[in-house]
């Protein structure tokens, strides 16, 4: 498991959204995303993809997609991230960023964004190719853990 921290201070949690894009280092998200293509197993697509996400407290965490033989039990990059930074102390995803193997940003598909949205909710900044967008705007009207509350 890789985790680095960021030198700089963590991302404040209430700003406007153009300041909290400006303070993230969306290169360094792309360039961890991109280091993890040769970690990835994908023997079966032949599409390695990584990624690399940002939390609350400043620390960079990343994932790579682990593909099975039994396709169903491949995981995504975006999975491997929030299983990384769950084991190395939680916390809450202030931004994404998903690359291939040529290290174009890609989109997370639609089970990694309600993965991605139960860590880091509909403010959660995801890199984009025409600029970082929030999970909200990929994801609306998601569900989550306040849906289950409204019934319990």
Partial sequence: MWVFRITQSPIPTV???SA?????EWKLLRDSAADMIPRAYAPY???PVGASGLTDDGRIVVGCN????SYGLGICAEVGLVAAM????GGRLRAVSVCDATGSVLMPCG???QVLYE???GELLVDHRSGPTTLAALL????GPDDLDAVR
């Fill in 15 to 17: 700003c406007e959204e």
């Fill in 20 to 24: 909290l894009t400006h303070a993230i």
């Fill in 45 to 47: 697509s032949a599409f």
């Fill in 66 to 69: 682990v593909e099975n033989v």
């Fill in 86 to 89: 769950v084991a190395s102390g």
């Fill in 111 to 113: 089970r990694c964004r």
């Fill in 119 to 121: 860590h880091g909710g």
């Fill in 140 to 143: 609306p009207d998601a569900f």
